[in-house]
């Protein structure tokens, strides 16, 4: 088969053997991939220092048509991820990244958009960004490109627009908010703030851009929320979850 050029960002790595790696991508035009890279674990490989994880390269692939491993026969690297050389807490939230691109994403189903907002908000975790917000920014973004945006202005259940009453209900097992009559039929339902849903609408919309910026008074409802709600797309709670920031810290 013909090898194809693509760049991607490098989300776990496993060793095969005493010399090789298998290694998941997220490529911009391939989606989610596994391969094999042979020889990567030797002292003098053409792969060294390209497979970190996070790093973001210029491979080059093999795709296979069936269930297979891909073949990984080149990875040049354009940028390694640093945020180990700033804070325990931009590893964290690199970390977080990596695993959201591997749960939310099948193999061989390219979001170019999804790719290109990762690189955003790693590039924003790794330099002078706030990391809380990056991730609070990646997170609504990646659920509207791929389709699990939350419904902010129509109940769930009956359809009718929720009230602009001081607190709303959010069901996340049913994908959003709930007026009064239908919150009792819901199995699990958060009480927020008109002010955390409209951030999220906000942030919800098409045209938002990395870096966000949400008051400090709405993030920790407002990271809540998508967290459950997360958990409900899912069906469990990723790993990096629990090491996400409670608070908006201020950038040193």
């Not at 695993?99 to 790693?122: V, W």
């Amino acid at each position: 088969m013909a090898a194809e050029n693509t760049t991607a960002i490098v989300l776990r790595t496993i060793e095969f053997s005493e010399t090789s790696l298998v290694v998941t991508l997220l490529t911009r035009d391939f989606g989610q991939v596994a391969a094999i890279a042979k020889g990567a674990r030797r002292p003098k490989s053409s792969f060294e220092g390209s497979l970190d994880l996070l790093a973001v390269c210029r491979v080059v692939l093999i795709r296979k048509s069936n269930d297979a491993l891909d073949l990984l026969t080149e990875a040049k690297l354009q940028r390694r991820f640093r945020g180990a050389e700033k804070s325990l807490d931009r590893v964290y939230a690199g970390y977080y990244i990596a695993e959201m691109l591997r749960l939310l994403t099948d193999n061989h189903d390219p979001h170019p958009e999804l790719y290109d907002l990762a690189t955003s908000a790693l590039g924003q975790i790794d330099g002078t960004g706030n990391p809380a917000l990056a991730l609070l920014g990646f997170d609504t973004a990646a659920l509207r490109l791929l389709g699990h945006a939350p419904s902010t202005r129509g109940c769930v259940d009956c359809g009718r627009t929720v009230s602009d009453a001081g607190r709303i209900s959010f069901a996340p097992i049913a994908g959003g908010v709930v007026c009064r009559d239908c919150r009792i039929r819901q199995h699990s339902v958060m009480n927020v703030g008109r002010p955390t849903i409209d951030h999220l609408e906000r942030l919800l919309a098409p045209h938002t851009r990395l870096p966000i910026e949400v008051p400090s008074t709405v993030y920790r409802e407002m990271r809540g929320l998508i967290s459950r709600y997360i958990q409900a797309i899912l069906g469990s709670t990723p790993r990096m979850q629990s090491y996400l920031p409670a608070r908006m810290e201020p950038v040193e």
